[in-house]
């Protein structure tokens, strides 16, 4: 009865069974999408089965079959491409390491004559540091002679270190009587700024009578 009603001249009972068994090679074979869901079959169906249901549920299935398997090839053709990018990196990779092994290999076979001279000057570059290094010493030991000076002028420079270490002494002992005098707290200071300034004294006036000795 199905049958005879439907208008695309489709076998619902097929349809119906292959849908149920999800066997979607079937349905395409059997034409399901020319099926315009018009309902007749289901109408006329003694036992009411709901017979558009299965077919509209069986085309979505089907749709989104082929949707994945689009997206799989997608997926996988990606992953080819990817794969075959790398795997010509490192092809060129190798060509290239390959190339710089063998140029390497032919430079130390055939070292260029540059290199020969370069050699022998290389004895000549290293003896030139120890003359300039030698150059150097000798114009640090000019100029340490040139800053040593005379025992005049080394008797001159205590004579006046001494004078002012005298004229700082001074000032130093004023400082520590006042402080002792209005009992200050830097009594400590002064008094350690004048030991010190009497020993620098005391040891200005050994280096003169060294000198003068
Ligand atoms: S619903 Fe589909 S199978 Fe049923 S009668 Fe209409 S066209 Fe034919």
Redesign the pocket.
Known sequence: M?AE????S?L?QQ?FWYAQAQDHERLEAHNLF?????????YVCPSNIP??QY?RAAKGEIRHAQDEKVKADHARERFEFHKERIEQAEREKEEKRAARREAALKAKANPPAADKTDGASGSKAEAKPSSSAADIIAAAQARAAAKQASPEDQQAKLERTIAATEQRLIVAEEKLAEAIASDSDKQAVFSAAVENTRQKLQQSKTKLAELTA
Request: proline content about 10%; charged content about 10%; aromatic content about 4%.
């Open positions: 199905c009603a439907c208008p695309a489709l619902p349809l020319d099926c315009i869901e018009c309902g007749a079959c289901s017979l558009v077919y």
